[in-house]
């Protein structure tokens, strides 16, 4: 049981956040299909967030460079 309460709210992220409540494909191919789909968006959204994080702190890190390495002491 343990296993299916941590799995349940996987299953309806992907259903509500990357549009699987319906499936428009027709048949069992159909639905692969529309699943790889989803982990697919859902693998995207993950690399954006990290690419995104990266780029944010990369950034700040090379302004704060640039910022010390023209102080005058």
Known sequence: MDRRSAIEPVIS????????????LKGKEGDRINAVLAAAGCNFRKLFRAFFLFLDRFTFFRAHIYQISFTKY
């Open 13 to 24: 992220h992907l259903k509500h956040d990357h549009n699987m409540i319906r499936n428009f």
